[in-house]
Nanobody
């Protein structure tokens, strides 16, 4: 099993930045792809970004490419989502996710078996 705990959400003005963190159970992260989904009110969960833990390859949704980056710290078993140039439409609950494998391009929620509790990101205009 793997446990995921998100942090770093908050309120930010449009054009600003936030960094989200996701701490995973120590000793398990190297076997997983980890990433982020988000869900806005009245909307389905949407893929944001993912990273292969062992290789470091990344993949981003078109809606955030060029604005968001994803990275990981092996020693801390932690992944980060750096969000820049934030827009009001980025407002959502952001969920850390994980799945077995090495390919970060899987973008459907059903492929990710491990989910964190979520952290709220609100972007004001």
């Amino acid at each position: 099993q793997v446990q995921l705990v998100e942090s770093g959400g908050g309120l930010v003005q449009a054009g600003g930045s936030l960094r989200l963190s996701c701490a995973a159970s120590e000793g398990t992260s190297r076997s997983y792809v980890m990433g982020w989904f988000r869900q806005a009110p009245g909307k389905e969960r949407e893929f944001v970004a993912a990273i292969s833990w062992s290789g470091g390859s990344t993949y981003f949704a078109d809606s955030v490419k060029g604005r968001f980056t994803i990275s990981r710290d092996n020693a801390k078993n932690t992944v980060y989502l750096q969000m820049n140039s934030l827009k009001p439409e980025d407002t959502a609950v952001y969920y850390c996710v994980a799945r077995w494998g090495t390919d970060p391009t899987y973008s459907l929620a059903r492929f990710y078996g491990f989910w964190g509790q979520g952290t709220q990101v609100t972007v004001s205009s």
